[in-house]
């Protein structure tokens, strides 16, 4: 799995570097200004999710599928290796989810990271399992459906804050602390799926 592991990481590096340098930019806009970090951490989920995404480009166009089946194991420890990276991603976002509020004295912290590391594990959970499905090129297409009921969503979610919290004057409700729960179980769900394709799969 390791290798699979080191073989991910490397490609999304890139746009890792990328994906810090916008964090820093706009988590000086939330210190310095009186711009709320959730739209932020928001494009953070979308991006991150949408760099795994394109790690099945890269098995299609080089034909990791088939080297997978060719290893004792390959398959699943290349299925273990991408969660694994997403679970990895997940903290990462939560970690400066919870820097940038802090160092933006908002209130409300924990339940804001609670909120996107739980979007972002349930998105994954959905997402993953079809681009194991459908391969890179189509993954594409599913990842955009995808984003835009996840931002339709968020929508409505952001417009009963606002009326019931304030969202930025008021801690998050509570409950978004058992999201990464929920999301956890469901990329568990996801995770058994994804095996089960990938076993199922053609060279």
Same mark, same amino acid.
């Given at each position: 799995m390791k290798g699979? %592991?080191?073989r991910d990481f490397a490609l999304v590096s890139g746009n890792l570097r990328f994906y810090l340098f916008f964090i820093a930019i706009f988590g000086a806009l939330a210190l310095f200004t009186d711009m709320n970090s959730g739209f932020v951490m928001f494009y953070a989920v979308i991006f991150a999710m949408s760099s795994i995404i394109g790690l099945f480009s890269y098995d299609e166009f080089n034909h990791w599928t088939a080297?997978?089946?060719?290893?004792?194991?390959?398959r699943k420890n290349m299925v273990k290796a991408r969660y694994t990276l997403l %679970?990895?991603?997940t903290v990462g976002v939560a970690a400066v989810q919870m820097l940038v509020g802090a160092l933006a004295k908002e209130m409300g912290n924990f339940q804001a990271a609670a909120l996107y590391s739980g979007m972002l594990l349930?998105?994954?959970a959905l997402s993953m399992p079809l681009s194991y499905y459908f391969g890179g090129t189509k993954a594409r297409v599913v990842t955009v459906v995808l984003v835009a009921f996840i931002?339709?969503?968020a929508a409505i979610m952001g417009t009963i804050l606002n009326?019931?919290?304030g969202f930025g004057d008021y801690s998050l409700p509570s409950g978004f602390l058992l999201l990464p729960a929920v999301g956890a179980g469901a990329l568990l769900i996801s995770y058994r799926v994804s095996l089960h394709i990938m076993a199922k799969k053609e060279l």
């Open positions: 699979f %592991l080191r080297y997978a089946a060719a290893v004792p194991g390959g %679970l990895l991603v349930i998105y994954a931002a339709g969503a009326i019931s919290t």
